[in-house]
């Protein structure tokens, strides 16, 4: 294997970049979900630019009280290498003093970073962010010229509460923010590319698991998973990456995901893994009592608009109190742990590794059909966004479904790409397997929908009918065309990215 280098972020790195050189004081929000890369972003800053690491004064801040935490404060600023921020740690014993040293490093020129900032949510830490706005109205009044202030945070609830909540004391204090989202596909490619991971069967396995996750790659990495042959790729991925003892990410999800969590909250959630595209009378049905309704509701509500760990998705068209909502489980890692490697951890416990994998590995088929549509939508927003695609892209439709008393009129089309201003649209069918292709039945549907009330415009507009699948054979897409069929596969979408080196269709001939 290459070794490991920082890939992607390009865009979020030249912007820190550009707000630490400003030459004037900031206050900075980097936000993005554990293990995004936000640490390692500004560890890749200081890598460019040693100046910088020496006035760089970091603290991960504890899920504690009021004394831990000053105390982890003292801490950092002990362990600094300048003599100026040493001399402040003794002075360091509450939030008042944590807060007024924080003030005289930014006033000094030093780069205070505070991770986990959402803690200071907490009612034994809230405290702290009355005395922090104090010290940045007064940076802000003294027009500094260098400088600044970084706060890191991984739930944006918990951070809107302290920063755009009117009634939060730092309210309207942000000069910048950055927010860090998953690698885009382009960015995975060349990870495929360096690390020599050819076969798209591969990256769909990565991506069902791992998504956009930096931190997941590099762990996957230090385990030497991608040395692996494909052919033994998805066990071992299992085997290594969560059941060996001395696996990375066994303990991953509990840790990160579902700490904060109880009760019906957690039972929604093994629910959904089950049942990904379920609908709110399904999971009521299973899952309440009578005298329970209200407290379920309020429960997949929390899940849903706090924690966003569960998107609720609307058919094309549909306003937001359609009942016709299905609910997924929003992150790739959450739901390939609740589906697929926690069931096989547990049977371990009892089984032979073996025999442990097998039916795991039959549940990862199904998963993978899942996230293969999930990946297809992303990759229409990303190309059209770059422009690298072969779809101009006005709206993404999600896909279409109904529920019919009538069985023989249901429709489901898993996507609905919309053109307006060239008045063209796509429909899409996506399988995990390329001969689970049924072109008469996908234009059933799409015949189904043309002719539904409020649709019948899109009739007289260009229409194209798309097959995706992670690899089609020549055979394949010949076979589909003659039918009136486009085949588009993961190989497809890596030659529209031009930048994205060994990743050619001819490699894998």
């Not at 004394?67 to 404060?73: G, H, K, Q, S």
């Not at 001399?87 to 780069?111: D, E, P, R, T």
């Not at 830490?125 to 802000?140: G, T």
Request: glycine share 6%.
């Amino acid at each position: 294997m290459n070794e490991w280098d920082f890939y992607g972020r390009a865009e979020p790195l030249a912007e820190l970049r550009r707000i630490v050189e400003s030459g004037r004081w900031f206050f900075c929000r980097i936000e993005g979900r554990r293990r995004i890369g936000k640490t390692t972003l500004l560890a890749e800053l200081t890598r460019q630019d040693a100046g910088l690491s020496e006035r760089l004064i970091y603290m991960q801040v504890p899920d504690s009280d009021e004394r831990d935490v000053a105390y982890t404060f003292r801490q950092s600023l002990g362990s600094c290498e300048h003599e100026q921020a040493r001399a402040l740690a003794s002075n360091v014993i509450h939030f008042a003093s944590m807060a007024a040293a924080i003030g005289k490093l930014c006033a000094a020129g030093f780069i205070v970073v505070l991770d986990e900032f959402q803690y200071f949510t907490r009612s034994k830490l809230y405290a702290f962010n009355s005395f922090l706005q104090a010290e940045v109205d007064k940076l802000r009044g003294m027009q500094s010229k260098r400088g600044g202030l970084m706060v890191l945070g991984s739930l944006q609830s918990e951070m809107n509460a302290l920063l755009d909540d009117k009634s939060a004391p730092l309210y309207g204090r942000v000069t910048a923010q950055i927010p860090l989202s998953h690698w885009d596909f382009e960015d995975l490619l060349s990870v495929y590319a360096s690390q020599n991971i050819q076969q798209p069967a591969q990256w769909l396995t990565l991506w069902t698991f791992f998504e956009g996750v930096p931190k997941f790659y590099h762990d996957a990495y230090e385990q030497e998973l991608f040395g692996v042959p494909a052919a033994d790729f998805s066990t071992e991925l299992l085997r290594r990456m969560f059941l060996r003892s001395s696996s990375p990410l066994s303990e991953e999800a509990d840790t990160w995901f579902l700490r904060e969590l109880r009760g019906k909250a957690v039972s929604v959630l093994h629910f959904l893994a089950d049942h990904a595209g379920c609908g709110h009378a399904e999971i009521v049905a299973a899952l309440t009592d009578d005298n329970e309704k209200h407290a379920l509701g309020t429960n997949i509500a929390r899940l849903v608009d706090r924690y966003q760990m569960v998107d609720k998705l609307q058919p094309v068209f549909s306003d937001s109190k359609s009942r016709n909502a299905r609910y997924y489980i929003a992150d790739n890692f959450l739901q390939a742990w609740l589906g697929v490697a926690k069931p096989a951890r547990e049977e371990a416990r009892l089984k032979p590794l073996d025999k442990a994998i097998a039916p795991a590995l039959r549940r990862l088929e199904t998963l993978e059909g899942f996230a293969f549509e999930k990946l297809i939508r992303a990759l229409h927003l990303e190309t059209s966004r770059k422009g690298k695609g072969d779809f101009e892209l006005s709206r993404l439709q999600l896909g279409y479904w109904n529920r019919p008393r009538d069985v023989s009129k249901a429709i489901e089309i898993d996507l609905v790409a919309l053109d307006e201003p060239n008045r063209r649209v796509r429909f899409g069918s996506c399988k995990r397997s390329s001969d689970a292709h049924d072109v008469a039945v996908f234009e059933q549907h799409v015949n189904r929908f043309l002719q539904a009330k409020g649709h019948q415009h899109l009739a007289a507009w260009d229409r194209e009918m798309v097959l995706f699948s992670p690899l089609f054979s020549q055979r394949e897409r010949t076979s589909y065309q003659r039918n009136g069929c486009l085949t588009r596969d993961l190989m497809d979408y890596a030659d529209m990215f031009a930048n994205a080196p060994g990743t050619k269709r001819a490699q894998q001939a």
